[in-house]
């Protein structure tokens, strides 16, 4: 497929808000100014969603009646086919640095918290020491490497602002809920970068709607459990 045929075929984005993974891609679209659709899906391991996403998670990025899986694989074939507005930088050294932020915010703040909580299965539990210095050498290195000004990487919007919004505000909640006291607000930077992101109406819109699902989501889970009436739940 050419970028050409890419730019001309529909875009349907599978997945579900809660997911930060689907809201980077969704985020992406929205600043990119790129038309697409969305439609609901949930990670599987049935074989017709496998052949969608080999490993069976969302989100995944339909190009006409080919399938697209990893939000990092995605985003860069965004940012080919769809170059204006960038949310990488000409210069090739501000680039590597934004795909260092994202390196830092996935794999050494998101995954190691992740991991533990399908673990524990939710619970709340002890912290874990290594856990906390893990996470604040990140967000020390982060803070290094980042301008805030008022943007990660200077005065515009890039990929690195995409995956801390979606990524650091979930996160932070999760620490709450497994553990208690978050490293993650109390960096010197954090702040003062969200409130800026916050402020940004689409980045505001993605939070609503993520936080809309999840209370939809918690009113069922407390029905099914027996704690709530389900006519205030507001589904058919």
């Known amino acids: ?5 890419a730019k001309t075929s529909p875009l349907i984005l599978h997945g579900f808000p809660v997911s930060n993974y689907y809201n980077k891609i969704k985020l992406a679209l929205q600043l990119k100014q ?6 609901k899906a949930s990670p599987s391991r049935e074989e017709a969603y496998l052949e969608k996403n080999p490993l069976g998670f969302i989100p995944v990025l339909q190009v006409g009646n080919r399938y697209l899986s990893e939000t990092q694989a995605i985003a860069e074939f965004l940012e080919e086919v769809w170059p204006e507005p960038g949310l990488l930088p000409e210069d090739v050294l501000a680039r590597a640095n934004i795909r260092r932020a994202v390196s830092y915010i996935e794999n050494y703040i998101d995954a190691p918290l992740r991991r533990l909580a399908y673990q524990r299965g939710g619970e709340q539990i002890p912290e874990p020491p290594e856990l906390r210095d893990e996470i604040e050498r ?10 805030f000004s008022p943007w990660f990487q200077g005065n515009a919007v890039s990929w690195a602002d995409v995956v801390a919004f979606v990524t650091l505000v979930p996160v932070d909640e999760l620490y709450q809920k497994l553990i208690g006291d978050s490293p993650i607000r109390q960096a010197a930077w954090f702040g003062s970068y969200m409130a800026h992101l916050h402020g940004q109406p689409l980045f505001a819109a993605i939070e609503a709607e993520r936080q809309k699902v999840r209370k939809v989501l918690r009113r069922a889970q407390n029905m099914a459990a027996g704690q709530e009436n389900p006519r205030f739940l507001g589904l058919r």
Not at 1 to 5: A, F, I, N, Q, V
């Open 1 to 5: 497929m050419t970028p050409e045929e």
């Open 34 to 39: 790129i038309p697409f659709h969305e439609e």
């Open 138 to 147: 990140a967000l020390a290195a982060l803070g290094r490497i980042g301008l």
